[in-house]
């Protein structure tokens, strides 16, 4: 009696045990999904469509990567207000100004490079996936620990694909060119990528959404102090 009690109890424990393990399986899924998302969809698709499409179209469509956050976040239960709309539809048109999408001639869009700019617009959807999906994921791990994980994944994700795509790897060949793939790996990813989820976690979707407009200004200001550019008249 005492065995077969046992063994009832040791049935009934895994039993029990195994929606839990389900389900954290399932979260675990979902995580590495919104992570590569962001890491390596993201990156990869604008890559691809930079080498067929014009600076001017990929700046136009990156800019559509707001308004999707600003819609996707109605799934996640986030509210639409109509100072957002407004905020949102501002700082698209100040955007386009800068980057010169919007010039005294006109609109300058070339129509000619529907793939690159699909590939962009992918990524751009990409981004909204990696943000939107990615809130209740750094609400429950937290900045750090979501950014790790995000890293982790992507470079995986990304050690496959440099495996299957037939790409010549091109290295870099002097001290200052690795200093630059450095300075891009630190900085404009881990850091930012950090920063970007850690802010999530503190503010609301929305003011962090529109706070994407200020990339050109920074752009611009860095722009003017270490390259002395200028912008043209």
């Keep these: ?17 195994q929606p839990e393990s389900a389900d954290a399986g399932h979260r675990w899924f979902g995580l590495r999904n919104v992570l590569v998302a962001g890491q390596v969809g993201m990156s990869l698709f604008l890559f691809l469509g930079q080498r067929s499409t014009t600076a001017i179209n990929a700046s136009l469509v990156l800019q559509v990567a707001p ?11 986030e509210t639409i207000r109509i100072r957002q709309c407004v905020g949102i539809g501002v700082g698209l048109l100040g ?9 005294r001639d006109g609109f300058a869009f070339d129509a000619g490079h529907l793939h690159g ?30 950014t790790t994980w995000a890293m982790c994944f992507g470079a995986i994700e990304l050690l496959v694909l440099r495996l299957i795509l037939p790409w010549q790897a091109i290295w870099p060949a002097t001290p200052s060119a690795w200093g630059v793939v450095l300075y891009v790996a630190v900085f404009p990813t881990a850091i930012a990528f950090f920063a970007w989820y850690e802010a999530m976690r503190r503010i609301e979707l929305a003011l962090l959404n529109a706070m994407q407009y200020l990339t050109p200004v920074f752009t611009i200001a860095l722009a003017s102090l270490l390259l002395h550019e200028r912008l043209a008249a």
Excluded: F, N
């Design 95 to 103: 955007c386009l100004l800068v980057v010169e999408v919007i010039t």
């Design 1 to 17: 009696p005492a065995i077969r009690a046992t063994r009832l109890d040791l049935t009934s424990s895994l039993k029990e045990s």
């Design 67 to 77: 308004i999707l956050i600003l819609l996707s976040g109605v799934l996640i239960g």
């Design 117 to 146: 700019d699909a590939c962009v617009l992918l990524s751009a959807a990409c981004w909204a996936v990696y943000t939107v999906w990615g809130k209740p994921v750094v609400a429950r791990l937290g900045g750090l620990t979501a």
